[in-house]
T-cell receptor, first 112, second 114 residues
Framework: GAGVSQSPRYKVAKRGQDVALRCDPISGHVSLFWYQQALGQGPEFLTYFQNEAQLDKSGLPSDRFFAERPEGSVSTLKIQRTQQEDSAVYLC??????????FGPGTRLLVL | AQSVSQHNHHVILSEAASLELGCNYSYGGTVNLFWYVQYPGQHLQLLLKYFSGDPLVKGIKGFEAEFIKSKFSFNLRKPSVQWSDTAEYFCAVNALTGGFKTIFGAGTRLFVKA
């Protein structure tokens, strides 16, 4: 079956620009996670949704980061006024409950 | 705060050599433990997991890991590696009382020489 998909796969933004990253989870998966992965590091937790409810956003690094999942399926991670330190791979993962996570290919964001 | 430490950032082995990748975590409570693998050009995928029960866990492709609670460790092993095991390996921990956050280690890049 179809896995987790993310778009765009690559995004180049000028500093100060807003970006929106999309995640399509596996159909029927209740849980959705966003991670940020800097070069040479492991994924760092950003936020978690259970259906449409954002139950944990403790990993969002600043108020410039915002995530939503309004209908409990597709999710969007928005970064306002991007800065160079936001350059990273943004990973989305979904899970039928809260155990094994199925990862998407990631969106590689480069802020110039 | 929870953290996960992977001892080696880069490992180079010849085919048929034995593999052990170290993973230690810092959290005193009950945890779920994972090893994920990322093959070149592919997504992160689950290799194996430990929730409870037998501390020796077997995963896909001949990998196994042992949970030693007293050492806060969850080391990954494989008796004989193959060239196709070349990948990056991530250890991850989810504390059952820590909300939904999963903490990943920095990863170990394994290169297996044919």
């Amino acid at each position: 079956g179809a896995g987790v998909s993310q778009s765009p796969r690559y995004k180049v933004a000028k500093r100060g620009q807003d970006v929106a990253l999309r995640c399509d989870p596996i159909s029927g998966h209740v849980s959705l996670f966003w991670y940020q992965q800097a070069l040479g590091q492991g994924p760092e937790f950003l936020t978690y949704f259970q259906n449409e409810a954002q139950l944990d956003k403790s990993g969002l690094p600043s108020d410039r980061f915002f995530a939503e999942r309004p209908e409990g399926s597709v999710s969007t991670l928005k970064i306002q006024r991007t800065q160079q330190e936001d350059s990273a791979v943004y990973l989305c993962a979904s899970s039928p409950r809260q155990e094994t996570q199925y990862f998407g290919p990631g969106t590689r964001l480069l802020v110039l | 705060a929870q953290s996960v430490s992977q001892h080696n950032h880069h490992v180079i082995l010849s085919e048929a050599a034995s593999l052990e990748l170290g993973c230690n975590y810092s959290y005193g409570g009950t945890v779920n433990l994972f090893w994920y693998v990322q093959y070149p050009g592919q997504h992160l995928q689950l290799l194996l997991k430990y929730f409870s029960g037998d501390p020796l866990v077997k995963g896909i492709k001949g990998f196994e890991a042992e949970f030693i609670k007293s050492k806060f460790s969850f080391n990954l092993r494989k008796p004989s590696v193959q060239w196709s095991d070349t990948a990056e390996y991530f250890c991850a921990v989810n504390a059952l009382t820590g909300g939904f956050k999963t903490i990943f280690g920095a990863g170990t890049r394994l290169f297996v020489k044919a």
